[in-house]
């Protein structure tokens, strides 16, 4: 999902920068010239506390709800597929797993290290144009070849333990860091420039897609009653 060079991306790419565009029109009107009406923000944006509690707040409910999917699953209900080609639940949670541990090292290893930008506020996206377009499930990806699953985990406690581990150290860098997270910025496909904070606004966004993924698998008509 990280992987802007898969061949069947660009359709989606394309798409997803059409709904981006409407997002960005609505939240952030511009003159005709394509500058933003309010113009360069006077009171810079800067991490807060509430900005910490907030995500720690969808982290927590995100790994409970995922927590609590898996768990209660057999080995039957988690590796259904309604079509042969469509992942499994078990896949999705694999893919939920290796995702968050990629943005994990992207924040730690090139987010945080970027330099602050100096001058004026520049143009941002808001954190709920990331959210409707990550959580949009009419909106398809294809993830890139690292993040597909290839059954690495071979049994749902194995599942459940990757993930508690990758979405503590999650939990413990948004709780510790002292980084000033809206003035540390990275690249993202399909969305552009984004900043540190709105790594984990991802994250978040992404978990809660394929919950709603998993939810689908769940709905079929196929899927095991036990």
């Not at 960005?24 to 113009?39: R, S």
């Not at 709800?65 to 259904?80: P, T």
């Not at 042969?84 to 945080?112: F, G, M």
């Not at 459940?160 to 990758?166: A, C, G, P, R």
Request: charged letters at 20%; hydrophobic letters at 45%; glycine letters at 4%.
């Amino acid at each position: 999902m990280l992987n802007p060079i898969v061949n069947s991306y660009t359709l989606s790419k394309l798409i997803v920068c059409a709904i981006l565009s409407v997002i960005a029109f609505i939240l952030f009107p511009c003159n005709a010239a394509g500058q933003p009406l309010a113009g360069p923000s006077k009171n810079p944006v800067s991490f807060t506390e509430k900005d910490r509690e907030s995500a720690l707040k969808f982290l927590n409910e995100t790994r409970e709800e995922f927590s609590n999917e898996l768990s209660r699953l057999s080995d039957a209900q988690l590796n259904f597929k309604a079509v042969a080609d469509k992942w499994s639940i078990a896949e999705v949670a694999e893919h939920i797993i290796l995702a968050e541990n990629t943005i994990y090292s992207i924040i730690t290893d090139k987010v945080l290290k970027s330099p602050a930008p100096v001058g004026a506020e520049n143009f941002r996206i808001k954190d709920t144009a990331i959210w409707m377009v990550l959580t949009n499930r009419s909106t398809k990806f294809t993830a890139p070849e690292p993040l597909k699953p290839n059954s690495r985990f071979k049994a749902k406690a194995d599942l459940l333990s990757n993930f508690k581990s990758t979405r503590a150290a999650t939990i413990a860098l948004m709780t510790t860091t002292t980084e000033d997270l809206r003035n540390r910025f990275g690249e993202l496909p399909v969305l552009g420039t984004i900043d540190g904070y709105q790594w984990f606004v991802f994250v978040n966004a992404h978990s809660a897609r394929h919950l709603a993924q998993i939810a689908e698998i769940k709905a079929h008509p196929g899927f095991p009653r036990k």
